[in-house]
């Protein structure tokens, strides 16, 4: 009983908690406040901080069910990463799949993603996500989002199940999710409206959040989280609740560089400049659950040639590694299976890069593949200057510096492999409908891994609630979803699986809420 | 200015904190409390949580400076894990080395950590504890601990620089330290004594902690931390700050599973029973960074036929992986590099294991290296009947179901690579002194990984001070040390690096706090 009473005493005492912590002059970032102390400014049944897949799923479907919703988006335009991702949607069995007659399964969907993640995928999670798929893609297509008709055959997945955006990018998808939103009355949307901490009610209920309005990000900061002071402090009640789709902190150069000292500011991201963690640490600060924060995802795809995820990041997915070769300069020789998983790709191309030599790996493709890309993937790296495009093997060979003659056996002993329908390196050729690499012109550009995942987050439950690490209970009045949670997707995520985790539990969490 | 009036506001209107997310009737666990409006039972300048490596430095460091030192251990026994541990102990540098001729360096001793640390270990704390093994294994010295004459060579590291204990065990350090200590008349020792909460004044300084004295563990509780309520609740003051020392979290079922969901209740760990998370969530709640949490370690050389660390460990680590060979049971064949790092060694292990048809590696060496052996590795097993003696390689192969004649082969292969100082798996055998496996009797017993350490916890500096999520700065008053910070060892600990790092970082904090 000494304990029952002592917390009833501190209660009465008015303890004063992590904020106290963080009290110093120098910061109050994060810093939780009371209810009784906040007069909230709006009120809302629902507030959702972030404005990506899973903010927007969330928003659509609270919203639908009449509550009065909020979102707010720190920058100046909407759709986070999501916006500028690639667009590739993994549905598993889905239509077109029996369509096309592919056999697929929740089982597989697993397998696969398990492997990927090291089996330290949380599987309720994933099970989760595999049941619900179809209802988040038939919410977008209701939204009017158009896919290519046929399916692609993501990285790692044992079969194509993954849906592309007609135009070749996320923003496919969430433009027209913020058309859709904002036709309805019962959603308000604020951009620039930077959340800085949680509003919790006397039993540790989430109530509301405070932001500031008009507030600018700043690019040119070290830390945008806890330097920038621009905008207005308001206080949002959420009668409901609040749900953080915050998305994840690759651009965050003091978190990541805690799970990895590697990474500092010269590692380039494939990420928005506004991916920081705040949101994340707010809800670390109340008592959320840390899952698997140290494990971040290269995407393999990218190029050193150009800032972020670039024009030519999706060449490579679609073109170069699903129907081409990487090979190492030095060597003209291949090195791994251009589809296997991220984390097996990115730890390979580690192996060749050595960038103080400007020393990169060269994908690429041949004519074949170019009519079945989208324009995007395909004209925007090539007017960029990025993806090159070479009459012989020859010319490709002398214009990065490889052994024209090894390179030439390379091509003959990939192309041989794609007709055996068995590839040296495991590579799934049987799936390229026979195009190898014979038609010139040939297409190349140099490639590099860039921070593009990060895995871990808060621990939530299958209804999106967040699980606090004191009661090991949902934190009352809290929801996540997408990047800003942890466990799905193991210690590392399979391509196309993100826009499916997102927008499943930000609707999950729309439905609960 | 705006968020510098609200900070100002928020601290007139009395924050409520993370306390508030925790207030719900069911947890105020590790609710950090307000100074003013606690009366402190006892008054102190060092407040150590703990009593093994990390807490006894700090301990004796503090202490001999003529500071006022209490340290508080839940358990009803001192020591930690660390009195349980093998004794082994990394210095690079020492003298012993220059005795013997081995050259090393601390690049050589940062070389080794990192490759084991999958190259993201924080460098500055490696850094530290190379600069600073020679004195902490001095304090050990002075305190009266005793070693072995000769050094041993630790899985992964490039030479012999680890020093083993007379007694074999963890015991040869910290009983005389304790012993050390508890001379010390400033220094206050409390068993049985828990520590709950942190206090921290209004400037976000730690300034004590609240405990429950006459507290007892109860194994039986699926979560102790939380559901166990025995116990009087003291206040005491840290006039100087506090030492967290308590440790990692191999035995928190709930905190480990988020990390790695494969790690249910029915997975052995070599930790003793009270080897929770407590401390660690206290100190994320007043803000620590979370650093690594994800990565645990598995120790390689215990044994699936008893239960923890057991007695069957050392006899591994010092006598079979060093001196002999693991094999696969159904083929007779090797498998890995015995002399490998941990995480190498486990993912192996794993790969051999099949737990439901009782499928474990068989470790064996004969009796040439049992002289060399501490009588406690090799008679405890024996007696315990964990350690099997055979005549015969004949009568080993058909206790254990092994292929006789594919066993033989091995043993032959690897007895040439000993003489030729060149082993299939790369293993050092260079340094076993010529010993191979020739002359009986031969000792086997089986081998299974099991949870060993958690390499992440809270981010220090070299100062072993604590860092704010929030600020990116020292928590005033708050320091820590051992398995409970998290960095210094990156993805994979070395064998033998525990005891350095847990002793500098507490001896650093008792000289800085």
């Not at 404005?51 to 986070?80: D, P, Q």
């Not at 998305?247 to 991201?269: A, E, N, Y």
């Not at 004519?367 to 989208?374: A, D, K, R, V």
Request: proline content about 4%.
């Amino acid at each position: 009983m000494q304990k029952e009473i002592s917390r009833r005493e501190a209660l009465k005492l008015g303890a004063l908690g992590v904020g106290a912590g963080v009290l110093g002059a120098s910061n109050l970032m994060a810093m939780p406040l009371d209810a009784k102390d906040v007069k909230f400014d709006e009120e809302y049944d629902v507030v959702i901080i972030g404005s990506g897949f899973g903010a927007l799923a969330a928003g659509i479907t609270s919203a639908e069910r009449g509550l009065k919703v909020l979102l707010v988006e720190k920058m100046g335009r909407l759709g986070g990463n999501s916006v500028i991702n690639g667009g590739i949607f993994a549905v598993p069995n889905n239509e077109a799949q029996k369509k096309e007659g592919i056999k697929d399964s929740n089982e597989l969907f697993l397998k696969d993603c398990l492997k990927a993640g090291l089996q330290i995928n949380h599987t309720e999670l994933l099970e989760t996500i595999a049941n619900r798929a179809k209802d988040v893609f038939a919410l977008t297509v209701k939204c009017g989002a158009k896919y290519v008709e046929k399916l692609s055959h993501a990285g790692g997945h044992s079969v194509p199940r993954t849906y592309q955006t007609a135009n070749g990018s996320g923003s496919g998808i969430v433009l027209p999710m913020i058309e859709y939103i904002e036709k309805n009355p019962n959603v308000v949307i604020k951009k620039r409206t930077k959340f800085d901490d949680f509003v919790l009610d006397n039993d540790g209920k989430v109530v509301g959040i405070s932001v500031r309005e008009g507030y600018k990000f700043d690019s040119k900061l070290k830390d945008d989280d806890r330097e920038n002071k621009s905008g207005e402090r308001k206080f949002f009640k959420a009668k409901r609740g609040v749900v953080l789709a915050s998305g994840g902190f690759c651009r965050d150069i003091f978190f990541r560089q805690l799970q990895d000292p590697r990474l500092g500011k010269d590692v380039d991201s494939t990420n928005h400049p506004g991916a920081t963690a705040g949101g994340l640490i707010a809800a670390l600060n109340i008592g959320a659950c840390p899952v698997q924060v140290s494990w971040l995802q290269y995407g393999p795809w990218a190029c050193p040639d150009e800032v972020g995820f670039g024009v030519g990041s999706m060449f490579n997915v679609n073109g170069s590694f699903r129907y081409g070769i990487s090979v190492d300069p030095r060597t003209g020789k291949r090195y791994m299976n251009e589809l296997a998983d991220r984390k097996t790709r990115a730890d390979a191309m580690f192996k060749v890069i050595d960038a103080k030599k400007d020393i990169y790996p060269i994908n690429f493709c041949d004519s074949q593949c170019i009519p079945s890309l989208l324009s995007s993937h395909f004209e925007k790296p090539l007017k960029a200057g990025i993806l090159k495009e070479f009459k012989t093997l020859d010319e490709l060979a002398a214009h990065y510096k490889i052994p024209a003659d090894e390179l030439k056996k390379t091509v003959e002993k990939y192309n041989a492999g794609v007709k055996a329908g068995k590839d040296e390196f495991g590579k799934p050729v049987e799936t390229t409908g026979g195009i190898d690499i014979s038609k010139p012109p040939f297409y190349a550009e140099r490639g590099v891994p860039k921070l593009h995942h990060t895995m871990g987050g808060v621990k939530i439950n299958t209804k999106a609630q967040v699980i606090s690490i004191n009661t090991k209970k949902p934190i009352p009045g809290l929801y996540a979803a997408g990047e800003v949670t942890g466990g799905t997707h193991g210690a590392s995520r399979l391509g196309s699986v993100a826009i499916t985790d997102c927008l499943t539990f930000g609707m999950i969490a729309g439905e609960n809420i």
